[in-house]
């Protein structure tokens, strides 16, 4: 996360309300999941949700493409670290019951029937090939090299664009009607109103677009450096394992702004 004298910005800016409010942004990602309250004024309305609550950012959605993009790459590539660096347990698949011969290769049954079967890490991988990509990532240094980097630079790009989400919410609370009698969550809006500055005229808009403009483009700086590591992963068999290609992203994309969370 740049810290905040590292952001750019462009024009007539009430820098000391800008720096209070992007504080105050740091602070509410930070104790997203842990506040329910905060949830609540930025997630609902004001009110306590009927569902499940989202544990991470991955479960918050919004019209951002770019910012949905990143969270699918992260998915399936620590997905694919985690299969490379954790030990997986072994499953013996059978269809049958049988006793596993010594080399692990088959079932022997009486009169020396063999049956093969499948061996399995506990969530439905094959483990040979487990062991294969595990073998390959603690021989490939480069490609190990390139994978972390464009983890890295992801979790970088995704961080902007969280605060982002953070901001873009606590604005649209802005226009929210909260009682007093609702304790804790009218306070919370009641503080996002004063660091915007005004509830209403153009001192609110002035100081989100700044900020907006300041998260948007730190996050496409690192996105685009991830851009380079995926380059890299894309010229071998064992990196493109880590990496999706960009039409099956487009495709993970479309899926999930077809079904976005309010």
């Not at 740049?2 to 800008?18: C, E, P, Q, R, S």
């Not at 609540?40 to 019209?63: C, K, M, N, Q």
């Not at 399936?76 to 347990?89: G, H, Q, R, V, Y």
Request: hydrophobic share 35%.
């Amino acid at each position: 996360m740049a810290k905040f004298k590292n952001y750019l910005f462009i024009g007539d800016i009430d820098m000391k309300g800008v720096e209070g409010l992007h504080n105050l942004v740091v602070e509410y990602k930070k104790d997203f999941f842990t506040n329910n309250d905060l949830q609540d004024v930025l997630l609902h309305g004001g009110y306590e949700p009927e569902g499940e609550r989202p544990t991470s950012f991955h479960d918050i959605y919004d019209a951002f493409l770019l910012r949905t993009k990143t969270s699918i790459h992260l998915g399936i590539l620590e997905k694919m670290i985690e299969t490379a660096t954790n030990p997986k347990l072994t499953i013996v698949k059978r269809d049958e019951e049988g006793i596993v011969s010594p080399e692990g290769r088959g079932v022997i049954y009486p009169h020396n029937k063999i049956m093969h079967v499948a061996l399995e890490t506990p969530e439905g991988y094959n483990a040979h090939k487990v062991e294969e990509i595990q073998e390959k990532w603690f021989n490939e240094s480069e490609v190990v090299g390139n994978a972390r980097n464009f983890q890295s630079n992801l979790n970088k790009a995704f961080n902007e664009f969280n605060l982002k989400c953070v901001l873009a919410r606590m604005y649209r609370s802005l226009s929210l009607f909260i009682p007093e009698d609702f304790g804790e969550v009218h306070n919370i809006q009641e503080k996002i109103i004063k660091y915007f500055g005004e509830k209403y005229g153009d001192i609110p808009g002035k100081r989100l677009n700044a900020l907006d403009n300041a998260y948007y483009n730190v996050g496409k700086m690192f996105f685009g450096q991830a851009g380079q590591d995926w380059e890299k992963l894309s010229q071998s068999d064992f990196g493109r394992m880590f990496i999706l290609s960009p039409e099956k992203n487009k495709k993970a994309t479309k899926k999930v702004l077809s079904t976005l969370r309010t």
